[in-house]
């Protein structure tokens, strides 16, 4: 599946790719795609349906009384796993004041970063595949129907089954934290293999709930690999696949149609003269891949979804780029995938996602690490709201929207400039609640010192 890279190869690539080159030297870009389509046109064409959002959305339902039951902090909702869309005007203001064009329009934090049970987007994705599985198998064994009450789930006949079965998952970290935690809920035996970038806490938590959890000292590629291949060994094991797995693209895509709800309750219109810009950070693409699939599905080409991704990972960019998806890797193009944005450290797309986002998506933005510390401590002096680095990366794209000359060329292009002042920004925080307050501090300090550099 490798390809080779020569070094004609890459000087071909720069004279078609004129943004290739600051890319390789790890500059901060912002690229237009050109492939984008008509999401109207493109989407019943796709290789997922939007259909499936919809049965993925009554499935977590269906579930909502179990996880109320077994999870208690999600009382205030019913069992629904949502966060919070919120305005963060004081940090609006000080972006405001720090860049030459300021950001138009509405700023607001779709709060992931404070979801229940996982602390991440993960929450979404890694929780309903999960939870699906679980279905499927009880369903089978004869103990439970789709008109049942799932509260039943947390009975001691349903772990007995579960018990049978396992779960693996290779994961940067904030996967396996989801996965980990609600398999263990439910009582399947779940081995996470964690990559190199894996922080130490997030470790021993799994430790702690009873998860088996496997360190490699090399990147999340190697993780996912191994953990594959481990899992095939076992006819009783369930691989979580970042790199191709439909279920967690669904469970986050459902994410859209919550997010419409919200905005419909704050009284904000999206439409041709009033645009929605979304801004996600992007690993291996799942998560903002499926986010994005479901708000094209709703808004059509009103809303702009742009990925963001550490200077040092632009895994999604490479292979949007040169088309070549999942068949490309940083390495190829000499980046060295190492970055604090530990969610974000992913070296190859998935390939599912990369050819869907081929002509879904609108953009990618880059970002230094050094600016996810100043996000991390800024939201905490002025919003109090607490993120992980990878979590605070959506904060480059609106930024780099307003401030870039290909920003600016995007918004031309488009005819959107007049259109601004009625635009709405949504940064997508993605991780953060369950990080150590020594780790936090950790984090505040690294943005304290940018100051005196
Ligand atoms: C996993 C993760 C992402 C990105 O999701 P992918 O599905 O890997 O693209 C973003 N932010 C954080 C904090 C994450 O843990």
Known sequence: MAININQQTLSNWMQTYPLLQKIMQTEEVFWKNLSLCQAETV???????????????????RFASFIKTVFPETKSTNGIIESELKPIPAMHQYINQTTTNAILGKLLLKCDHDLPIAGSIKARGGIYEVLKFAEQLAIEHNLLTLEDDYA?????????????????????????????????????????????DAKQWKKDLLRSKGVRVVEYESDYGKAVEEGRKQAAENPMCHFIDDEHSTDLFLGYAVAAERLKAQLDQMQIT???KNPLFVYLPCGVGGGPGGITFGLKAIYGDHVHCFFVEP???????AGLMTGLHDQLSVHDIGLDNRTEADGLAVGRP??????????LLNGIV???????????????DREHLFLEPSAAAGFAGPTKLFNSQEGKEYLADYNL????????HIIWATGGRMVPKEEMAVYYQKGVNLNSQ
């Not at 789930?153 to 579960?162: C, G, I, S």
């Open 270 to 272: 999206v439409d041709e």
């Open 417 to 424: 400039q007049s259109k601004m002042k009625n635009s709405t």
């Open 43 to 61: 989407l019943p064409f796709l290789s997922i349906s939007t259909k499936e959002i919809e049965e993925a959305a009554n499935r977590l339902t």
């Open 311 to 317: 200077t040092h990972s632009p895994c999604m960019l």
């Open 350 to 359: 998935s390939s599912l996602v990369s050819n869907i986002m081929d002509s």
């Open 152 to 196: 039943a789930l947390a009975e001691q006949r349903f772990k007995d089954l579960f018990s049978r079965y396992s779960i693996a998952v290779g994961s940067t970290g904030n996967l396996g934290l989801s996965i980990g935690i609600i398999s263990a809920k439910l009582g399947f035996n779940v081995t996470v293999h964690m990559s190199a």
């Open 366 to 380: 880059t970002v230094e690490d050094r600016q996810l510390f100043f996000f991390v401590k800024h939201l905490i």
